[in-house]
């Protein structure tokens, strides 16, 4: 059974700050990582979909790293904002599945 | 362009009432579709998710039930509502394959 990890739940940085949010996957055999974004009281937005033969993708500020062997991704935010607060979640598909496994989230605050 | 519909936004019910949410999608044909739950604190549950017209695969036994009528159209129920049936409802779709998957707005639904 997949299992998704996201630490640390919680992180409060300075703004303009460069930072690092990690997710960690047990099973390998992935068939592609998304990251999403959530405000408050919102639904998902998609920020960065990334393919098993894939090892980073990138929009804008923001840069999703894959590393299946590690069952690790990160998502590098440059130049932090206080609009980049929200919940950040990733989430794994595996071979032969349609479902996708979420982790618990990251919530993120950009101290002005 | 594809949209996600989902309706209500919120709903307050008593226990034991009947519930009834809706979801469709716009521009697009066969996607898969899911309904997630979201309890405060919590990570994202997959609840049920649909291949095709008829196709439900439940995730997580419980009180609630989900229907396919037509091909981009969900509809989760519930025939006797419970107070931990409380929470935010999301649904979700997405095209078979490598493809992102994008999020309705959600419903937040209160069990009193």
């Known amino acids: 059974k997949q299992e998704v990890t996201q630490i640390p739940a919680a992180l409060s940085v300075p703004e303009g700050e460069n930072l690092v949010l990690n997710c960690s996957f047990t099973?390998?055999?992935?068939?592609?990582l998304q990251w999403f974004r959530q405000d408050p009281g919102k639904g998902l937005t998609s920020l960065l979909l990334i393919q098993s033969s894939q090892r980073e993708q990138t929009s804008g500020r923001l840069n999703a790293s894959l590393d299946k062997s590690s069952g690790r991704s990160t998502l590098y935010i440059a130049a932090s904002q206080p609009g980049d607060s929200a919940t950040y979640l990733c989430?794994?598909?595996?071979?032969?599945?349609?479902?996708?496994?979420f982790g618990t989230g990251t919530r993120l605050t950009i101290i002005p | 362009s594809q949209t996600i519909h989902q309706w209500p936004a919120t709903l307050v019910q008593p226990v034991g009432s009947p519930l009834s949410l809706e979801c469709t999608v716009e521009?697009?044909?066969?996607?898969?579709l899911y309904w997630y739950r979201q309890a405060a604190g919590r990570g994202l549950q997959l609840l049920f998710y649909?291949?095709?017209?008829?196709?439900i695969s439940s995730e997580v036994p419980q009180n609630l039930s989900a229907s396919r009528p037509q091909d981009r159209q969900f509809i989760l129920s519930s025939k006797k509502l419970l107070l931990s049936d409380s929470g935010f409802y999301l649904c979700a779709w997405t095209l078979a394959g490598a493809n992102v998957l994008t999020f309705g707005a959600g419903s937040r639904l209160t069990v009193l």
């Open positions: 989430a794994v598909r595996i071979f032969g599945n349609e479902k996708l496994t």
């Open positions: 649909s291949v095709g017209i008829g196709q």
């Open positions: 099973d390998s055999a992935i068939y592609n």
């Open positions: 521009g697009t044909s066969n996607p898969n």
